[in-house]
């Protein structure tokens, strides 16, 4: 058929991809093949494609195509989580669009807007990632709030309840006053603010005439202290040995609190003196409990002051903060400021500061479930690439605390717990089983009503990989039993812990072993200052616009160009223009073999030993792919995978295998070459579907039958290969360069044809490869000889020696000038490493290796200088 001059790669996308739907190459069922399963981290239903997305789920479609090719079961689940918080805060939005508040509609009526929203944009990630070539099993597409993942989420918390890990209590816990909900402690991000260090002074009651009158704290936070509930001092803190047994005045609202000591207080810290407010620090709860302190609680659940403030009621707690300062100066309390910096959460969804509140929650109890995660990763069942996460993960897992699992939402699974009109509860699925729960512990159900919370996200997304397949409720079904345990997982080190642990956790829980062998992290992708992409910045571009401009082909090999497992990528568009331009070299170079006609005359002897060279090549290129690809080096898998066709296959064997100009081509060479076209593809595949399929249909393969397509054509698989061939072919290939190296240094023409001379003490066959010599050096007359011929040029190659005579094309005293200057360096080169190699201090305390360099440079360079005297001699 006919191949267009260019490669379009809109039209191939669009064509090949429909074609693969629509013929079921990406379905799966279970069958006797060895399945290969991976599950796609679902994205958040609020989300739109971004780099991060593309690096991920391109390292996930090349492992899924890689394993189809294999001839394995290959099933990729696609999906996206309801992520509450996120999707709440979008909904709400939209309803104050529309002039409907939250608190004026039922939890009923919000649900159907949130409902209505899903389905209008909760799927665009998805459709995005059909254009990205994602070859997922779109029919086994989920959703975190489909019934029966919903359906399973309840089961394990009634389960975990029932086994004593879950419990409900207060607590004090990570308050997002933007969301209205608490979080936990992995959502807290954790950033360094510059603040503002408030000096406050309290009165004293009862001090001694001869002591101050008050004590000064000095604090970051002055709108807490009308909800202070004592002062501590350290008992060895000497400067206020006075203090004790006294009580100090609140500012402001002129409440008396005691002065309490306990060694917790940091001497050397402010002023010694520490306000203590146990309903808003988490430290200072402790402090209270261990003291019996009040606990007085003075911000609503959007972070505005209450009723208990007594001042400034209804104020946000950052603008009270400023209003409180302004009346402590007013009032001559406020001694002094300065500038402060130190850590400060943030919610991971909204980026609201957080908040520690009491508040009454429901928690999981981690340290027993989480041991068996450790223990898996720890022992290697689960691998994390690269390994540098081990330590992280075990940190983690060591210190880890309950885990608070309610949020204040209406958004996501509702938590099955039940009330009665005496506050009592029961945990239960139903309101049928509520009621018969609390009549089997003798109490009413009058009044019955289902807790309003619902549970953390993660809480429903650590069940993926056994939800997708119905293996919570179900747990002999054929889908779990085949395809669980999973193969590999590709996500994000900053979820390790977030998502991966818990899934390793339920995996345990549920079925005893962990959800997936591998566990391959990638790095952030961050422009090429090394920012993290962010739409403030304007640094991370629209990946459906890149895909428009190079070429889905071209924006994958440049995203996996340069990302190492768990290195960041530093993103350049440059690199979507090298992917790009990949691709039309392949395109070319098809076009050029497609162009060659055919006579029957034997083939040449160059194209028979580029056909030799080229197969063991190939294979040799295939093993270390295999390498990279065992140790999850895929961005080293593509690079070797990408030179192997530029370098060898491109610029090697088809320059040595393409035919004289306008002359044919013995068949068997065009048999051959479209031979090792045809594998070059399959390698390319994974990497680059669309242009592999394209050039795959293309009748120089002969005339395809249904079905057999590039996407499940068998991989190539790696035989041994002839490493003398290869070693030998080198030198030849180092030949071919020292002699284009002269042409330009010399400014000759390629087309002038050179006489060249081989004295080959190396065991290497020459003879073999003259035509290859003379067709790719453009040489004639190739002699072997001991003597170096008059006139001539000579270059090293190894331990051969090779001469090239140029007197009749070059202009003799430049030549003689420019040999000179190449003398003079080398000579004054080798006086600085003679002088390192005289000095008796350095051979003795330097590394046998440095030393041992420095004496190769050493007789590199005199072997130079003899070449170059006798190259000017023979001038």
Request: some cysteine.
């Amino acid at each position: 058929m006919q191949i267009s001059k260019t490669y379009n790669p809109r039209e191939a996308e669009d064509k090949w991809y429909s074609y693969w739907m629509e013929n079921g190459f990406f379905r799966s069922v279970p069958d006797e093949r060895e399945p290969y399963t991976i599950v796609m981290p679902p994205p958040n239903v609020t989300g739109v494609l971004h780099m991060g997305h593309m690096l991920n789920n391109t390292i996930q479609d090349v492992l899924i195509r890689r394993a189809r090719m294999q001839g394995k079961n290959a099933c990729w689940v696609p999906g996206t989580d309801h992520a509450s918080i996120a999707t709440e805060a979008k909904v709400v939005a939209m309803l104050k669009e529309r002039g409907i508040s939250k608190k004026d509609i039922t939890r009923e009526q919000f649900l159907d807007y949130a409902w209505e929203w899903k389905e209008k944009y909760g799927g665009i990630i998805l459709k995005q990632l059909e254009k990205l070539g994602a070859s997922c099993d779109w029919d086994r597409t989920r959703f975190t709030m489909d019934p029966d993942l919903s359906d399973a989420v309840i089961d394990t918390f009634i389960r975990l309840y029932r086994k004593g890990y879950i419990y409900r209590g207060v607590r004090m816990v990570n308050w997002d006053p933007q969301g209205r909900t608490a979080v936990s402690d992995e959502e807290v991000i954790r950033r360094e603010v510059n603040q503002t260090l408030y000096y406050v002074r309290y009165a004293v009651k009862g001090a001694p005439d001869e002591a101050p009158a008050y004590l000064t704290i000095a604090t970051t936070r002055p709108e807490t202290i009308m909800a202070d509930s004592a002062i501590c001092i350290n008992p060895n803190d000497e400067r206020w040995a006075h203090l004790k047994g006294k009580t100090a005045i609140v500012p402001l609202v002129n409440r008396e609190i005691p002065i309490i000591e306990d060694e917790y207080v940091d001497i050397a810290f402010g002023t010694g003196c520490l306000k203590v407010t146990p309903a808003h620090d988490l430290n200072d709860y402790e402090l209270g409990q261990k003291h019996n302190l009040d606990v007085i609680d003075i911000l609503n659940d959007d972070g505005t002051l209450n009723e208990k403030a007594g001042i400034l009621v209804g104020e946000d707690r950052f603008k009270a903060r400023k209003a409180v300062a302004k009346l402590l100066d007013e009032a001559g309390l406020l001694e002094k400021t300065e500038p402060y910096t130190s850590q400060v959460g943030f919610s991971e969804r909204t980026d609201a500061a957080i908040e520690p509140k009491l508040s009454m929650q429901w928690f999981c109890r981690m340290q027993e479930l989480a041991k068996p995660a450790l223990d898996y990763v720890l022992n290697g069942d689960v691998n994390l690439i690269p390994d540098k996460f081990v330590n992280t993960y075990r940190h983690w897992m060591e210190n880890i605390k309950d885990w608070t699992i309610s949020r204040q939402l209406w958004w996501g699974q509702r938590i099955p717990a039940w009330y009665n009109a005496e506050g009592e509860w029961v945990v239960a699925k139903t309101e049928e089983e509520a009621i018969a729960a609390f009549a089997a512990e003798g109490k009413t159900a009058e009044g019955i009503r289902q807790e309003d919370d619902v549970l953390d996200t993660w809480f429903s997304s650590g069940l993926w990989p056994m939800s997708v397949f119905d293996g919570t409720r179900h747990p002999d079904n054929e889908d779990i039993r085949y395809y669980y345990p999973t193969n590999d997982l590709v996500t994000a080190p900053e979820i390790l812990f977030f998502w991966v642990a818990r899934m390793i956790i339920f995996g345990h829980e549920f079925r005893g072993r962990p959800p997936f062998k591998n566990v391959y992290l990638t790095g952030i992708v961050r422009d090429k200052l090394g920012r993290k992409m962010s739409k403030s910045l304007g640094n991370s571009p629209d990946p459906i616009e890149l895909m428009e401009q190079y070429g889905t082909d071209g924006v994958r090999v440049g995203m996996l160009l340069s990302s190492p497992a768990g290195n960041d990528l530093m993103f350049d568009v440059a690199y979507c223009e090298q992917g790009r331009n990949f691709a039309n070299k392949i395109w070319n170079a098809f076009r050029l073999v497609k162009g060659w006609e055919v006579n029957d005359l034997p083939a040449s002897s160059a194209q028979r030993e580029a056909a030799v060279w080229f197969g063991h090549r190939f294979n040799q290129a295939l093993a270390e792919i295999e390498g990279h690809f065992a140790s999850y080096r895929i961005s080293d898998a593509l690079m070797a995978t990408y030179k192997l066709v530029w370098d060898d296959f491109c610029s090697w064997y088809l320059e040595l295998a393409k035919p004289a100009y306008q002359q044919p081509i013995a068949q068997e060479a065009l048999d051959a070459t479209s031979g090792f076209f045809e594998s070059v593809l399959k390698l390319i595949h994974p990497f680059m579907p669309f242009i592999s399929e394209e050039l795959w249909h293309d009748d120089l393969f002969g005339k395809r039958e249904a079905g057999d397509c590039c996407i499940v054509a068998e991989y190539p698989k790696s035989t041994s290969y002839d490493s003398q061939v290869l070693a030998d072919f080198a030198v030849i290939q180092q030949v071919v360069s020292e002699i284009r190296n002269l042409r330009n240094a010399k400014q000759l023409s390629p087309k002038t044809t050179l006489p060249l001379a081989i004295h080959a003490t190396s065991g290497v066959d020459y003879a073999r490869y003259t035509e290859a010599l003379e067709k790719m050096a453009n040489v004639a007359d190739i002699q072997f000889t001991a003597e170096k011929p008059a006139g001539s040029t000579s270059f090293l190659v190894g331990k051969d020696e090779c001469f090239v005579d140029m007197v009749e094309q070059i202009d003799v005293e430049a030549e003689k000038e420019r040999i000179s200057k190449e003398i003079a360096y080398l000579n004054g080169f080798l006086k600085s490493v003679n002088a390192k190699l005289g000095n008796e201090r350095f051979v003795q305390n330097a590394k046998p290796e440095i030393v041992s360099n420095e004496r190769n440079k050493k007789a590199d360079a005199e072997a130079k200088l003899q070449l170059l005297a006798e190259n000017l001699a023979s001038l």
